[in-house]
């Protein structure tokens, strides 16, 4: 069974981190994109950021940029989300996803998670003081 399971979520003050995981099993990640979503309450799911199959790629939410790094270790099957400085406008549900054919991951990534064939139950990071 293919799936995905996110870890890492929790209660941080404003200025703190959090690393995200996306762990996968039944299928290997090596030649899959790979991206993070979040959705907060009475929101639509936005895209986060994207790293390609080989990780030569990555694109980052401009309200993200400068703060959040993405990697993967194909070795382990696991996909990261670094979180620094947060903000109390980070608080969301976190999902990974990934696709193996129709998620590019290029510079006009647009994060529509329509392209997502996989998608893990998602980890919630709160913001808060």
């Known amino acids: 069974q293919l799936q995905l399971v996110e870890s890492g979520g929790d209660l941080v003050q404003p200025g703190g981190s959090l690393r995200l995981s996306c762990a996968a099993s039944?299928?290997?990640?090596?030649?899959?994109?790979i991206a993070w979503f979040r959705q907060a309450p009475g929101k639509e799911r936005e895209g986060v950021s994207c790293i390609s199959a080989a990780g030569a790629s990555t694109n980052y939410a401009d309200s993200v940029k400068g703060r959040f790094t993405i990697s993967r270790d194909n070795a382990k099957n696991t996909a990261y989300l670094q979180m620094n400085s947060l903000k109390p406008e980070d608080t969301a549900a976190y999902y990974c996803?990934?696709?193996?054919?129709?998620?590019?991951?290029?510079?006009?990534?647009?994060?529509?998670?329509?392209?997502?064939?996989?998608w893990g139950q998602g980890t919630r990071v709160t913001v808060s003081s």
């Open positions: 039944g299928f290997t990640l090596d030649y899959y994109t």
């Open positions: 996803a990934a696709d193996r054919f129709s998620a590019p991951c290029g510079s006009d990534w647009e994060g529509n998670p329509h392209e997502y064939s996989y």
